[in-house]
């Protein structure tokens, strides 16, 4: 079987006009592969240059030309899709450890524009060190020492300033990476001058990215994929057919970042606070709200979730009533009203995606932090806008303490137990910095009593340290927890969610909220 390399698969080389930290597979699955799409209908006419900060060769990319290929698998409106890319926008790859020099020589290109990173969370801290190693260590050193070759090649050059899209998963990651570069000129003390083209000509967007990337499939899956492909492709990864890059920028950027005009799921826009809440609320509150019931049920992945008819009827409910109405209507786009609402539906076909195996009790990591963040306030703005409880929400919130009613502890490790609708018992790891917290309050309850349950719940929901409000001012909240919880306790799981649907089936429509 032949081998994909540009022999093999003749693709243009396009002038280098993007910068690339990091070589991880959200990165070819989603900007590299919209560039690719750019070029591809002759709008960027740019090829990307890619940095591996971390150790380790360069071989694989070597020998396929920096070809690779996406095969996008999954749900999309409602119809299965199954496609793939060879994706040919990368024009090399360039080990920081190896060659610092022949990175920095790339500052030097007229033609570049961009600059590209994904170095995961902590990639972006401040570390007090000279821009003047080789290399630096932390990706913000390297990217001012970068800037600073720049600058001092094209003596300032207004021209040759530099649109900088972080995208590491983080809220405002453009304006934490400014303020980290504008701190490390200071300590290197690289003067005034590089100061003012820094703040005036080089722009820092924000971004955020949302695509499923697993990677590279397993070992059957993969070989089948060559046999299907007809070529070898050691680079080949996996994505599903959702994707989204959005950015702040104004028409500068827009300017710049022509690709954007390629795929729908590039939005350049002036605030792309929508879009975050969007995501946090629809997306990453629908998981946080549903999987802790989900896995009590004993199903273990997304997809399971979607196939159980209890869940599934529970995650659409939940999105539909309950999450996508909260959203505030002041930040949803104009030309758009139906935005939320399509992303939704979106949701939900991604959540059935068959080809993705997304572990349920992943999700579960930090429940207590995640639940805080992306569901408390949905929450409460349903109480300020409804003047009720949703109840949905009340029921996994109550399958949240349930699953977190830590038995044990071993190791340092709390463990939880539930007994699953077949009569099986399933032990699982509590991976929740607030675990020992649980531990100590569960100790105190008696979960055959329904009084001792109601003041574990009151006592939870008035810890403002604990969620940063007081959730026993919202009214009937606690009540429906404690009722639903002592039922989860008692009843079991299965029984508890049926009786939730049949309650709900059983309303009018023209009482239902949404």
Not at 140 to 151: D, I, S, V
Not at 158 to 176: M, Y
Not at 326 to 346: G, K, Q, S
């Amino acid at each position: 079987m032949t081998s994909l390399n540009r022999s093999n698969h003749p693709a243009t080389i396009h002038p280098e006009r993007v910068l690339q930290f990091g070589t991880g597979v959200l990165l070819r699955g989603l900007p590299d592969y919209l560039i690719h799409k750019a070029n591809q209908q002759g709008i960027f006419n740019g090829s990307i240059v890619v940095v591996k900060s971390t150790g380790g060769a360069t071989d694989e990319f070597a020998e396929q030309d920096g070809l690779y290929t996406v095969v996008s698998r999954g749900i999309q409106k409602g119809q299965l899709v199954d496609k793939h890319t060879v994706v040919s926008a990368i024009s090399r790859v360039i080990s920081a450890q190896e060659d610092w020099k022949a990175v920095l020589d790339v500052a030097k290109k007229p033609s570049l524009q961009v600059i590209i990173s994904n170095t995961t969370e902590v990639g972006i801290q401040y570390v007090e060190e000279s821009i003047f190693q080789n290399p630096p260590q932390s990706y913000p050193a390297k990217l001012t020492a970068f800037l600073y070759e720049r600058f001092k090649n094209f003596g300032g050059g207004r021209n040759k300033g530099l649109v900088v899209v972080p995208t590491e998963l983080i809220s405002d990651n453009g304006l934490k990476l400014r303020d980290i570069v504008e701190k490390i000129a200071l300590h290197n003390e690289l003067g005034k001058l590089f100061m003012k083209w820094l703040k005036y000509h080089v722009r820092f967007c924000n971004s955020l990215v949302d695509r499923i990337v697993p990677g590279k499939p397993d070992t059957e899956t993969h070989a089948q994929l060559q046999q299907e492909l007809g070529y070898s492709d050691k680079l080949l990864i996996m994505a599903e057919p959702y994707r989204l890059w959005a950015i702040e920028g104004d028409d500068r950027v827009k300017n710049v970042l022509t690709f954007a005009k390629t795929d729908p799921g590039v939005i350049i826009d002036e605030d792309i606070n929508f879009y975050r809440e969007r995501k946090l609320r629809v997306l990453n509150g629908s998981h946080t709200i549903s999987v802790p019931l989900a896995y009590l049920l004993g199903l273990e992945t997304v997809h399971e979730m979607m196939q159980h008819p209890l869940m599934s009827r529970f995650v659409e409910d939940v999105i539909t009533h309950e999450i996508v109405p909260t959203l505030p209507e002041w930040m949803i786009p104009e030309e758009n009203p139906e935005a939320v609402r399509e992303f939704a539906a979106d949701v939900l076909d991604r959540f059935r995606n068959p080809y993705i195996e997304h572990l349920l009790l992943n999700i579960t990591l930090q429940e207590t932090l995640k639940m805080r963040a992306r569901n408390l306030p949905t929450i409460q703005r349903f109480v300020e806008q409804h003047e009720q409880i949703p109840q949905r929400m009340a029921l996994g919130f109550a399958a949240y303490l349930r699953f977190m009613k830590v038995v044990r502890e071993e190791e340092g490790v709390y463990l939880g137990e539930a007994t699953t609708p077949t009569g099986g018992i399933i032990t699982y790891p509590i991976r929740d910095d607030h675990a020992e917290y649980f531990y100590k309050l569960w100790q105190q309850v008696d979960v055959h009593d329904a009084s001792s349950v109601r003041n574990f719940v009151q006592t939870l929901c008035a810890d403002t340290l604990l969620w940063e409000t007081d959730l026993s001012v919202l009214s009937g909240f606690g009540d429906a927890v404690a009722d639903h919880l002592s039922n989860l306790l008692t009843l079991g799981v299965e029984a508890t969610l049926e009786r939730h649907v049949a309650a709900a089936e059983s309303t009018t429509s023209g009482s239902e909220i949404g």
